[in-house]
């Protein structure tokens, strides 16, 4: 994958985007409305006919991608699991995704290449087995002093202010449409506004082939005694629905995955207001082209894995805002991620939102989310997952028109714990310069 920086900015330059933001500060944040921004070109649209190639499990290929593939090849993984790489026209990856999230009853489900040279060398390389079971550092809980006073700071209303502007401002996200290139925009402008002031902190937009107009947002805070180690927290920007196409589809995706976006920002509002400075180098993403074969963080991950990125920690936050009352408040994703951050995700709801809360777990399979580029290129990830419904399901708006706020009460409570489980993450992690 080629890497392409749009912008990258020391932050203590960006007082002329401060008047867009004049309603808004530390201590709270209000609904945006976005800036202007230019049209992508017409080469970075996608052709609904160019051949693409995708990488998804036998399982999800034999229960009905079949009938939509061609020139299909089975091929098995370096970690064992049954894949198949097959072509498909761009315009069916919405079909894929539909029929996984209607059939499997699940998300993602398949990573997406522009070629079948491309698709095959990922299976060849992949390198799941290794970053699912290899200890890559030493996960210890032992900087309370730092995380236990950001906890009662997590501000419900800055979240749910945050789902609605990303769920609102614009139609959809697409990474396909202006709509999307704007909100990844929008996005890079709240996190920068938020870290105004510090110079070890800056925020650029990563380019990716297959990603459409939209880029990737990434906000780095470098570390102060352990600057090449790198802790990554991500969430995803695009969205995707079977309601209309184009600049005039209907996906809010106030869920999925405003609800990751939004539970970020509230991380990063929190870590910024206290003056925290890690010692690990700390990375911000907002992943471009998820719903289409996780493009924005397979790219960001092979490029960190060709300049040989020090990656000791990945969390991934999709969905956290749908729970029934009798559903678990917050479950941990158990496949396909590190088993030495698995446990260390189940340490920090045990350590810091113990008690009446109650903790799940959910098997998300194969390419289901961001955190599957990371294990694929050999990196530790891990997954927090919302609650969903006593049943085990998750929440039945995602996909569609109605994955609006109104749907689920123009509440962001279930994301709470969420933003505590990231900060607490971030602080565990990245942990505290001079301590």
């Known amino acids: ?96 995704s539909r029929h996984v999230h209607e059939k499997e009853r699940r998300c993602g489900g398949y990573f997406a290449f522009d070629s079948r040279a491309e698709a095959e060398a990922f299976v060849r390389n992949d390198r799941s ?42 139609p959809n996200r697409h990474a396909s ?52 180690e790198v802790v990554v927290l991500g969430a995803h920007l695009d969205t995707i629905s079977n309601s209309g196409s184009g600049e005039n589809m209907r996906a809010p995706g106030a869920d999925d995955d405003a609800s990751g976006i939004a539970t970020l920002t509230e991380v990063l509002r929190i870590a910024m207001a206290n003056g ?28 960190f894995k060709a300049r040989g990125v020090n990656v000791v920690g990945v969390l991934q936050l999709d969905m956290t805002n749908y729970r029934t009352s009798t559903a678990p408040d917050v479950r941990v994703i158990n496949d396909f991620s590190n088993a030495g951050l698995q446990q260390l995700l189940r340490d920090l709801f045990a350590t810091y939102l113990g008690g009446s809360l109650r903790l799940g777990s959910y098997t998300c399979n194969y390419g289901c989310s961001d955190h599957a580029s990371w294990t694929a290129a050999g990196y530790p990830a891990a997954m927090y997952f919302e ?20 749907s689920v009460g123009q509440s962001a409570q279930a994301s709470v714990p969420f933003a505590k489980l990231g900060l607490a993450f971030l602080g565990e992690v990245g942990k505290t310069a001079g301590r």
């Open 129 to 170: 087995a290794e970053a699912m079971n290899t200890a890559f550092a030493s996960y210890a809980i032992d900087n309370q002093a730092t995380v236990t006073p950001w906890l009662g700071q997590v501000s419900e209303a800055n979240i749910r202010a945050t789902i609605q502007s990303l769920s609102g401002n614009w």
């Open 1 to 96: 994958m080629q890497r392409s920086i749009l912008l990258s900015l020391s932050l203590l330059s960006l007082a002329a985007v401060a008047p867009a933001f004049a309603q808004s500060d530390r201590a709270g944040l209000t609904r945006i409305t976005p800036a202007k921004v230019d049209p992508a070109p017409a080469a970075a649209q996608s052709d609904p006919f160019k051949p693409v190639y995708v990488v998804t499990s036998r399982q999800t290929h034999d229960a009905g991608l079949s009938t939509l593939a061609r020139n299909a090849s089975a091929r098995v993984a370096r970690s064992g699991a049954a894949l198949v790489v097959s072509e498909l026209q761009t315009h069916q990856l919405t079909d894929l």
């Open 276 to 303: 925290y400075r890690p010692k690990r180098t700390i990375k911000l993403m907002g992943y471009a082209a998820e719903e289409i074969g996780l493009r924005g963080s397979k790219a960001i991950a092979a490029d």
């Open 387 to 406: 609650g969903g419904n006593a049943n085990g399901g998750y929440s039945p708006y995602i996909h569609t028109a109605n994955d609006t706020l109104a």
């Open 177 to 228: 449409t202006n709509h999307g290139r704007n909100a990844a925009t929008w996005v890079r402008d709240r996190w920068a506004a938020l870290g105004n002031g510090r110079s070890d902190v800056s925020t650029e937009l990563f380019n990716c082939s297959g990603c459409g107009s939209q880029p990737s947002v990434i906000l780095t805070i470098r570390g102060n005694e352990l600057p090449n």
